[in-house]
């Protein structure tokens, strides 16, 4: 017989049908934090990356992913709400941009692209 998987009894837990106990929930604690503290490593890295690569402009990162700095600084400050902490969207602009937004788009923002589907012949 197989040992049930984390998901496993977190859903059977949740259900009612059975019970943990305080080492398991310990368990699930340490697993909870471990996880957490390895997606702030990657959300870290992540801001790092971007920051190492200020030539990759926003409208390039939303134009293939879908999401660009502004997306993370909404997504951080919605977080950070959710957890009772107030952020104004400058302040959580700045963290993702490492300074204030209007000072990184002096320095790093290039000027929109030509749309070509607008040039005339």
């Known amino acids: ?11 059977l837990v949740a259900a009612g049908y059975c019970e943990t106990t305080r080492e398991e929930n310990d368990m699930s604690d340490e697993a909870n934090n ?9 959300f870290r890295r992540l801001l790092a990356h971007l920051e190492a690569h200020k030539e990759v402009q926003n ?7 879908a999401f660009c700095r502004n997306c993370l600084a909404k997504w951080y400050r919605a977080a950070a709400d959710e ?6 969207d400058p302040e959580a602009r700045e963290r993702i941009y ?4 209007p000072e990184w788009k002096a320095l790093y923002q290039s000027e ?6 607008n040039s005339k012949p």
Not at 1 to 11: L, S
Not at 98 to 101: A, D, E, I, N
Not at 112 to 117: L, M, Y
């Open 34 to 42: 471990t996880n957490e503290a390895i997606e702030a490593a990657t």
């Open 112 to 117: 929109k692209p030509a749309d070509p589907t």
């Open 59 to 65: 409208i390039d990162l939303m134009n293939l992913a």
């Open 98 to 101: 490492g300074m204030p937004y």
């Open 1 to 11: 017989m197989r040992e049930a998987t984390f998901d496993e009894v977190a859903f």
């Open 83 to 88: 957890r009772g902490v107030t952020l104004s």
